[in-house]
């Protein structure tokens, strides 16, 4: 069973590495066995998670501005300078944006999509020479995006943006999974609730008890909850597992 869900000796990017979610999954490959590069628009952010998760393993730092296409082909460029090939990609940078209806503006539109839903796409493509490099016959490479449980249900807060980017994420990853499994690829979606996060630290600061107390399971996700997901997904345990979300929520979305 170690060697099911174990990810000794993969190669993964975490874009979004440094803080949150990101990190959390990031620690979690670290601590499997993977060799990790951490990537984050924030270069000094980005070389303090790796510095950090080195003590652990081996956890290398590659800023990047994935804002753009130009910047997602930058970042697959700098990976395949280093490595031949990649057989875990966790696509996770994102940003979020709330505002009220009558006051929710273009730029918000316009940021969140590119980030959440543009970035995923373009440097997926980007990646996918090395991607097919590392696929092996019964231990596929593998795709993970970070979608959100407010892409599943309608969220409580006025993040009209962000809810649709991670809409548009979940049925991306689907139609990515049916494209790339004949190219030896899974491409899966994590949609977590809530969890400590920067994002987060303000909804829970004002909601954290009334959020814990709503969640059937009747508190916030831990660390160890998001990094066993994405272990799950990225080791051979995961193997026959593709075009799926998997809500790390809780229970939230069963309200």
């Given at each position: 069973m170690g060697d099911l869900f174990s990810v000794e000796g993969k190669t993964a990017m975490v874009t979004g590495g440094s803080r949150g979610i990101g990190l959390m999954i990031a620690r979690g490959l670290v601590e499997g066995g993977?060799?990790?590069y951490v990537s984050s628009r924030k270069a000094e952010a980005c070389r303090q998670a790796a510095e950090e998760l080195s003590r652990a393993g081996e956890c290398l730092a590659l800023?990047?501005?994935l804002s753009d296409e130009q910047g997602c082909r930058r970042l697959a460029a700098e990976v395949g300078e280093r490595q031949g090939r990649l057989q875990v990609l966790v696509n996770n940078a994102g940003a979020t944006w709330g505002a009220p209806l009558e006051d929710h503006p273009a730029a918000a539109w316009d940021k969140v999509l590119d980030l959440n839903l543009k970035a995923p796409f373009f440097l997926?493509?980007?990646?996918?020479?090395l991607l097919e490099a590392g696929a092996a016959p019964d231990d596929p490479a593998r795709v993970?995006?970070?979608?959100s449980i407010d892409g599943l249900r309608v969220p409580p807060m006025p993040t009209y943006a962000y809810s649709a980017s991670k809409a548009g994420l979940h049925h991306l990853t689907r139609v990515l999974a049916r494209e790339l499994g004949p190219r030896g690829i899974t491409v899966n979606a994590i949609a977590p609730g809530p969890f400590e996060s920067r994002m987060m630290a303000e909804t829970l600061r004002r909601f954290g008890d009334q959020i814990a107390a709503a969640a059937p399971l009747g508190r916030i996700g831990r660390p160890e909850d998001m990094a066993g997901a994405a272990l799950y997904l990225a080791s051979r345990a995961g193997a026959y597992v593709t075009g799926a979300v998997l809500p790390v929520d809780g229970g939230l979305t069963t309200l």
């Open positions: 993977a060799r990790v800023p990047a501005d997926t493509r980007a990646m996918l020479p993970i995006n970070v979608g």
